[in-house]
C-alpha cells in the first residue's frame, strides 16, 4: 500500500492557500467592491443582517472565481460553462447566491371589489 501522507499535507496546504485568497478577496470586496459583484449583489447593505448575507455571497462568488480562474469583468460567475459538470458547479453557486440574496417581497393584498357584472359561462 502507497503512503500518501506526503499527497494529504500537499492538498491542505493548497487548501490554505486558496482560503487565504479567497479572505483577502473577500475583504477588498468589501472595502472596494469590482463591478461583478455589485452587479450580481448591489452594493454591501448598512443593515446588520444583510451584511452577513453580502458577504456569504461575495465569498461564494470569490471562491468560485479563484478556483475555476474566472477573470470576467461583468459577469461574477463568468459565462455558464457548456460542459455538464462545470454547468452544475456554475448552478449551484448561483443558485446558492441567489438565494442569499433575494429578499421576501411583502405580500400585497388586492381587494376583492364586486362590480356587480355577472359572466354566463
Not at 54 to 80: F, N, P, V
Not at 112 to 118: I, K
Request: glycine share 4%; aromatic share 4%.
Amino acid at each position: 500500500m502507497m503512503d500518501h501522507s506526503a499527497d494529504i499535507v500537499r492538498l491542505e496546504q493548497i487548501g490554505n492557500v486558496l482560503a487565504d485568497r479567497v479572505d483577502r478577496a473577500v475583504c477588498r470586496a468589501i472595502n472596494d467592491p469590482p463591478a461583478y459583484l455589485t452587479c450580481a449583489l448591489g452594493f454591501l447593505p448598512d443593515d446588520g443582517t444583510s451584511v452577513g448575507d453580502w458577504i456569504e455571497a461575495a465569498t461564494i462568488i470569490e471562491s468560485y472565481r479563484l478556483e475555476r480562474d474566472i477573470i470576467h469583468k461583468r459577469h461574477a460567475l463568468g459565462r455558464e460553462p457548456r460542459d455538464p459538470i462545470d454547468r452544475a458547479a456554475w448552478q449551484e453557486a448561483a443558485w446558492t447566491v441567489e438565494a442569499l440574496i433575494s429578499r421576501p417581497v411583502p405580500s400585497i393584498e388586492v381587494p376583492d371589489h364586486d362590480v356587480g357584472l355577472e359572466l354566463d359561462p
